[in-house]
């Protein structure tokens, strides 16, 4: 079945360090990958998407490119800021019933 | 993108008793989803429901345990039945947004956190 696996967390950065979270997948077809952020307090957001094998979803700074040969969508951040604390999840969604199947999620915690 | 509400925001109810979580989304929808994300874990989708069709469940969620309502496109519930501190968790309903490729974004719900005593 479809599966999707986060590197372990928690996270802690200090504010503008460069940020990688890793994300790879197993699925069957050609999914489409998407990262959400849930911030504290708050509801599930889609933070940004990618279709279809090298494109590259980005959003706030954030960005994530579709790597097929890897099967990986690494999340990435040049500087973080103290706002992007956060839960991070990983997802795929192949359009089979719509199902979205979502990784454990990672805690970032940055530091002023 | 698609505004979605749900009611309550949080309760804390007693074991054996049940509870009705509402989703009300501002636009019409075909597909509504349900999920769980127990503390510390990810989301696992409970149920897909249609309008006019009964809820498709997931491996290892039931009906009677997790009965749902979808009387019309904009409008779903889900009731959490006979409940025990094991479901406690924080329930979110999503929708699929507009499509823009081939597959279908989904939008969500602040969520419903539910503690069982």
């Known amino acids: 079945g479809d599966s999707v696996t986060q590197m372990e967390g928690p996270v802690t950065l200090s504010e503008e360090a460069f940020l990688t979270i890793n994300c790879t997948y197993t699925?069957?077809?050609?999914?489409?990958l998407f990262w959400y952020v849930q911030y504290p307090g708050e509801g599930l957001q889609l933070l940004l998407k990618?279709?279809?094998?090298?494109d590259k979803g980005s959003n706030k700074g954030f960005e994530a490119t579709y790597r097929k040969e890897t099967t990986s969508f690494h999340l990435e951040k040049g500087s973080v800021q103290v706002s992007d604390s956060a839960v991070y999840f990983c997802?795929?969604?192949?359009?089979?019933?719509?199902?979205?199947?979502f990784g454990k999620g990672i805690t970032l915690s940055v530091r002023p | 993108s698609a505004v979605i509400s749900q009611k309550p925001s949080r309760d804390i109810c007693q074991r054996g008793t049940s509870l009705t979580i509402q989703c009300q989304v501002d636009?019409?929808?075909?597909?509504m989803f349900w999920y769980r994300q127990q503390p510390g874990q990810s989301l696992t989708l409970i149920a897909t429901?249609?309008?006019?069709?009964?809820?498709?469940?997931e491996s290892g969620f039931v009906i009677d345990k997790f009965p749902i309502s979808r009387p019309n496109l904009t409008f779903s519930t889900l009731t959490v039945s006979n409940m025990s501190p094991e479901d406690s968790s924080i329930y979110l309903c999503?929708?699929?947004?507009?499509?823009?490729?081939?597959?279908?974004?989904?939008?969500f719900g602040p969520g419903t956190r539910l503690t069982v005593l």
């Open positions: 429901a249609n309008q006019g069709s009964e809820a498709t469940y």
């Open positions: 636009s019409q929808v075909t597909m």
């Open positions: 997802a795929l969604n192949t359009g089979a019933n719509s199902k979205l199947t």
């Open positions: 990618a279709t279809k094998a090298d």
């Open positions: 699925a069957t077809g050609y999914p489409s």
């Open positions: 999503s929708v699929e947004g507009a499509s823009s490729g081939d597959y279908n974004e989904q939008f």
